[in-house]
């Protein structure tokens, strides 16, 4: 079960990207990097995975470092709508999730 | 496709009152997660089941919760007497495991207030 840190709060102004960081130093190799987020009052939604390769999809880019001890999540152009909570976690189909405190992102205009 | 629906979205109780949440999983979605989330902290893990089967209930604090997943589709949650401490948002996701990989979906979550 990995743990993983992440910085509690950050800022980043509209239109710019946002780099939100995460280190899981004692994620197992079978281990996804998961990144989900959670908006105010609401459940937390899923972003992006992977396990060894950068991925993109249509809400971000996962950059995750050769020895996989630490990834970047990239919002390519952040807009007050992502504003949120954000939550990196290392997860299996069989492993206990773990979700820490996340990161806090503050988008301002 | 529908997404994780829970009910009630919120309620008020007074302490040592029973209280259930229900959560009805996306389709298809064999495992299936209770969470609680205390107000400025990540969702913690009460409960996982794989169709009907509990795989993961360390977490569940079996004097007063209880919970069930009958045929492997909706699932109940309950506390048996409610305690302040016991107020919180309780979340409900659902998942297709392929392989390794597991993407969980969240309900919107049933936000409990113990007077």
């Known amino acids: 079960d990995a743990k993983t840190t992440q910085p509690p709060s950050m800022d980043c102004a509209e239109g710019r990207a946002a780099n939100l960081p995460c280190n899981h130093s004692?994620?197992?190799?079978?281990?996804?990097v998961y990144w989900y987020r959670q908006i105010h009052s609401q459940g937390p939604q899923y972003i992006i995975h992977?396990?060894?390769n950068n991925e993109t999809n249509e809400m971000a880019s996962l950059i995750i470092t050769e020895d996989r001890k630490s990834s970047t999540l990239i919002l390519p152009h952040a807009t007050l709508r992502d504003t949120a909570v954000y939550y990196c976690?290392?997860?299996?189909?069989?492993?206990?999730?773990?979700f820490g405190p996340g990161t806090s992102l503050s988008v301002i205009p | 496709e529908a997404g994780v629906v829970q009910s009630p979205r919120y309620k008020i109780i007074e302490k040592k009152q029973p209280v259930a949440f229900w959560c009805n999983p996306i389709?298809?979605?064999?495992?299936l997660y209770w969470y609680l989330q205390n107000l400025g902290q990540g969702p913690e893990l009460l409960i996982r089941y794989e169709n009907e089967e509990a795989v993961d209930d360390s977490q569940l604090p079996k004097d007063r919760f209880s919970a069930e997943r009958l045929k492997g589709v909706d699932s109940t949650l309950k506390i048996q007497p409610a305690e302040l401490g016991d107020s919180a948002v309780y979340l409900c996701a659902s998942s297709l495991a392929r392989g390794r990989e597991e993407t969980q979906y969240f309900g919107p979550g049933t936000r409990l207030l113990v007077l």
């Open positions: 992977g396990l060894k």
């Open positions: 004692t994620i197992s190799g079978n281990e996804y």
């Open positions: 389709s298809g979605h064999n495992t």
């Open positions: 976690i290392g997860q299996t189909s069989y492993d206990k999730v773990i």
